[in-house]
């Protein structure tokens, strides 16, 4: 038995000698916010022992500071730990995981560090922590342990392995710290605010196994401060640590802090829980696939009366997955029929959308795209373990029921397999697909008279707000106006609620009485104004979430989009990160705007600065991937030579190189009315 307390104090001495000792100098690239921890905290950037000494005397030799500072220094000068453990994670996965965090899909964060006894022990406590909708990040001992057991590692497991020592835990609380800095208006410096949004807004638990050294039991008990539950399995003693055992640990740990789950086991033999929807299956380690061009596939969510169908009904027409030959592409059709009394038509494209997350969730089960484009892989391992076709409706007509409790009373699931079938159900979902486009397709901003907004990053971002219109999607790239009427009306008092946009200020920058009266209030007093069109006046908040940054470039009277997957430093001589660091966090900045990709494609975009002649500069892999939307478009507009004209990172990185390619190709933006 180690006595907590009496080792936390050796600890500490111990980490006041090796912060004297540091001898070179650190840094970590990928984020805008130096040691994030110290950072927070002091408002300080680290960068050797002078700087290191200072911030940790100042927070009172706090052992998260000393850890911080010797992993930076270590990592600086060794280098990164080879795979699978991660190390440091930059500011761009964080940014992603921010989404996660606010929709639901991740409920919590748990830490685990130590050398478990039992590797199977471990890997049950992860397996629970997955189950549970927990993100888990690992730390020492137990990731070899874990490997093993044969347990999968990395992000898309939600089981972050973060490095060989539990010091590494440290960056589990650099991710926090940077949360509450992109997503929670945390100030760098404010160590109060910091530490309160910590203990009240971060569902975070750590979980600790045994054999610790001093050193490491003071940097765990350092992160009592910030409200984090120690859990302790065996071995320690004294101190304010809890003790639990392998079976009650994660539920102690998640009741502590308040995270509470809903979660029912579906009678399928297969795992099923968000915390599988990030993994994909590979040819070779697919049993059968369906769709994906290469055999007839689709999906279609139909309304039916109340009474109409039988609630958890799955019928398979067709062979099943044991008829089917390993490593082939079959014919699927997939038809849900829901039934509730608040259910309405309009609904059905938006719950239709839902079966790509709940066919993800299956451990052995894979599925990309929508309608009649879809593609589905079902894994080796899960036929192994007795997976068929059934059990994929089993699971889609469970998942409906749990996730829509007020709205669907009876789901019914049908899984076509015969080809001939297949094909004729197609042709009939392919006209339920037109009719719907044919709905919603050419909804303008003028035809409607409300808008809706979101507010489900206020978590993070206390005074973020989103206004959702038909033609400008919400920056996040993740909810479409139809999208925000019907989960208004599905829960009237939820994130999204409608706005009247009341009477025009200023058409060209789309600037209305009713939506700044919102946004006023929505943002607590601290917004009085928000364009929906505009990047150079009043524009939106932004919370961090966004796909793509659009922002000005004065020298060339020009506007850039820059998208979040694009790693090198743009024109503006920013790289992504660097500028999302600086925008986020629920300001309105003039001259940056939080967009969505497909934005780009909608006729209000850049309205307020003259339209999408006003684009400049747009990352290779963006314009590639919008290029068969965007060619037609701007042909319509009369600008069929405009794609060429805007610039990437082959023919320009630097404002220089950009101002020479803009005028060799004629850009419109150099003659238009000054931006500034
Ligand atoms: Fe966050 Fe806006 Fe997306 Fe809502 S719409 S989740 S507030 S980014
Ligand atoms: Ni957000």
Redesign the pocket.
Same mark, same amino acid.
Not at 474 to 479: S, V, Y
Not at 543 to 546: A, I, K, S, T, Y
């Given at each position: 038995m180690t006595d907590v307390l009496f080792a936390k104090k050796a600890g500490e001495e111990l980490l006041k000698t090796q912060i004297a000792g540091i001898s070179s100098t650190f840094s970590y690239d990928e984020t805008a916010y130096h040691l994030p921890v110290s950072y927070s905290l002091t408002g300080i950037a680290v960068s050797d022992r002078a700087t290191a000494a200072d911030v940790f005397a100042r927070m009172n030799n706090n052992p998260l500071i000393a850890a911080e500072c010797l992993l930076a220094e270590k990592t600086a000068t060794g280098g990164r730990e080879p795979a699978p453990y991660t190390g440091f994670i930059g500011d761009t996965v964080i940014r992603k995981l921010?989404?996660s965090l606010?929709?639901g899909s991740i409920l919590g964060l748990a830490l685990i560090v130590g050398k478990p006894e039992s590797a199977g022990g471990a890997a049950a406590i992860c397996r629970e922590l997955q189950e549970k909708y927990m993100l888990t990040f690992l730390a020492g001992g137990v990731i070899p342990s874990l490997s093993e057991a044969g347990v999968k590692l990395g992000l898309e497991y939600r089981l972050v392995p973060l490095g060989s020592t539990p010091l590494y835990g440290i960056h589990f609380v650099d991710i926090i710290a940077r949360v509450a800095m992109m997503f929670g208006g945390v100030t760098p410096g404010d160590a109060h605010r910091l530490l309160a949004y910590a203990a009240e807004r971060a569902k975070a638990i750590v979980i600790v196994f045994p054999g610790l050294s001093d050193e490491e039991i003071a940097f765990v008990d350092g992160m009592r401060v910030l409200g984090f539950p120690i859990l302790s399995l065996t071995g320690y003693e004294g101190g304010e640590w809890i003790p639990a055992t392998p079976d009650t640990v994660v539920r102690t740990g998640m009741e502590k802090k308040g995270i509470r789950v809903n979660v029912t086991a579906i009678p399928i033999p297969m795992a099923c829980s968000p915390a599988f929807e990030g993994k994909s299956i590979r040819k070779e380690e697919m049993y059968v696939e369906f769709g994906g061009g290469r055999s007839p596939a689709f999906e279609l969510l139909r309304m039916k009366n109340v009474g109409e169908i039988t609630d958890g009904q799955v019928t398979v027409i067709g062979p099943e997955i044991g008829s089917m030959t390993e490593g082939t592409a079959n014919p699927l059709g997939i038809i849900i029929e829901v039934a509730g009394k608040t259910m309405k038509k309009d609904y059905e494209p938006v719950l239709e959308r839902r079966i790509h997350n709940f066919v993800n969730y299956g451990e052995g089960s894979w599925h990309v795209a929508q309608r009649d484009i879809i593609w589905i892989r079902i894994s080796k391992e899960a036929v192994a373990k007795g997976v068929k076709i059934e059990h994929i409706g089993k699971l889609l007509a469970s998942k409906f029921r749990m996730d829509f409790p007020q709205l669907l009373d009876a789901v019914a699931v049908t899984l076509i397999t015969d080809k001939d079938k297949v094909l004729v159900a197609k042709a009939a979902a392919e006209k339920v697909y037109e009719e719907r486009d044919a709905r919603i397709k050419g909804m303008r901003d003028a035809d409607v008279n409300t808008y809706y907004? $979101?507010?489900? +990053?206020?978590t993070f971002?206390p005074n973020?707000? +989103?206004v959702?219109t038909p033609e400008r999607p919400?920056? +996040?790239?993740?909810?479409s106006w139809l999208d925000?009427k019907i989960a208004y009306e599905i829960s009237p008092s939820g994130?999204?609620q409608p706005v009247e946009k009341g009477s025009l200020i200023n058409a060209q920058n789309g600037e209305f009485e009713g939506v700044n009266r919102f946004v006023k209030k929505a943002s607590h007093g601290e917004i009085e104004r928000c364009s929906l069109y505009s990047v150079m006046e009043y524009p939106m908040t932004c +919370?961090? $979430?966004?796909e793509c940054i659009a922002l000005m470039l004065p020298e060339v009277n020009g506007i850039m989009v820059v998208n979040r997957e694009f790693k090198g430093v743009t024109p503006s001589g920013m790289s992504f990160s660097t500028l999302a660091g600086t925008i986020g966090g629920g300001a309105q900045t003039p001259g940056f705007a939080?967009i969505s990709k497909n934005y780009i494609l909608s006729d209000r975009f850049l309205q307020g600065e003259g339209g999408i002649e006003r684009l400049v500069w747009l990352p290779a892999q963006v314009k590639d991937e919008l290029k068969p939307r965007l060619l037609p478009l701007l042909a319509q507009r009369g600008l069929p030579d405009l794609f060429d004209k805007i610039a990437d990172e082959t023919n320009a990185t630097t404002i220089e190189e950009l101002t020479v390619f803009l005028e060799k190709v004629g850009h419109p933006a150099l003659t238009m009315k000054p931006l500034v």
């Open positions: 921010g989404y606010v929709d907004s $979101c507010t489900l +990053c206020q971002a973020h707000v +989103c959702i919400a920056l +996040c790239g993740a909810i925000g994130a999204n +919370c961090g $979430c966004f939080g």
